[in-house]
């Protein structure tokens, strides 16, 4: 929860046992500032919206010289939520907060420059891009400002307190654990199942374990009831969040790769005026 919610102003030791980090140096983006930011990108792409009839005619076309550049740029800075996810997914960011500010910030700068290159011809499979764009800050701002102060809440709560679980679900438990901790051992062998998570580093250098192990954790959460525990908002936020940062990634690079090579397939007839590498 440390890239969701304000963390204690108290020094945090790694699991891993290495020097602990104080928190109170931390940067944090606050719900206000991060509504702010948003409510910024949505004044900045109506004014320029309202704007564009005046513009020159550079401003007209999303290939042009001008819009083209801006577009790839915007591309880029796009990219900066999966540099936030590899660093976290590593295992080498001390410091998440920062990735996750530089996270938000690069995509709202981004989203901005991909709307002026949009935004001049409003047609065609681009649009699919732009409503996973939309769908993506809208998923992100309620999760860190709403469903963050549940997540908070429920973390390390049982969902059923008190309540003795049955024996074959204990049973199934107990086996999946078994199996979960001689995977490991052969994983990472250092590390404990209660804290293990597998890292990029883990699927580099043994891809299938730590697919197997991950397989083996789903079904824990499963059997636990991990997602019935709590709302259908907290439990599923994040796996569309996902979902949609993967769509739009693909339909990215189809489109990079559709007006760079087959540009002839895309202007259908009509001028190519864009920079590009054949006209197929």
């Known amino acids: 929860l440390e890239d969701m919610t304000t963390t204690a102003q108290t020094p945090v030791t790694k699991p891993d046992g290495t020097a602990p980090i104080n928190s109170a140096g931390r940067p944090d983006l606050a719900n206000r500032r991060l509504l702010i930011w948003v409510a910024a990108l949505t004044l ?3 004014g320029y919206l309202a704007a564009k009839p005046f513009l020159p005619a550079l401003w007209q076309r999303p290939g042009t010289e001008i819009l083209q550049p801006l ?34 910030g690069a995509s709202l700068l981004g989203m901005f420059l991909v709307s002026l290159h949009a935004a001049a011809a409003f047609s065609g499979p681009p ?3 732009i409503a996973c764009l939309v769908l993506l800050v809208l998923s992100g ?27 074959d679900l204990k049973a199934a438990l107990r086996a999946l654990i078994d199996t979960k901790t001689a995977l490991l051992a052969r994983l990472d062998p250092q590390a404990s199942e209660a804290l293990f998570s597998p890292t990029l580093r883990h699927f580099l250098t043994a891809p299938l374990k730590s697919l197997a192990y991950a397989r083996l954790a789903r079904e824990e959460a499963r059997l636990i009831g991990a997602r019935r525990s709590v709302s259908r908002l907290q439990a599923w936020w994040r796996p569309i969040h996902m979902a949609l940062a993967w769509l739009f990634l693909a339909g990215l690079i ?24 054949a006209a197929w």
């Open 44 to 46: 900045a792409i109506l």
């Open 71 to 104: 577009a790839a740029l915007g591309a880029v800075l796009l990219l900066a939520p999966f540099l936030f996810s590899l660093g976290k997914r590593s295992g080498h960011s001390q410091i998440p907060n920062r990735l996750f500010i530089l996270h938000v």
């Open 127 to 129: 649009l699919v891009l």
């Open 141 to 167: 701002v309620v999760a860190r400002v709403h469903v963050s102060s549940r997540m908070a809440s429920t973390f390390g709560r049982k969902s059923t307190p008190f309540q003795a679980a049955a024996p």
């Open 254 to 277: 189809l489109h990079v790769i559709m007006v760079t090579f087959f540009a002839g397939y895309v202007a259908e007839g009509r001028d190519i005026y864009w920079w590009h590498l």
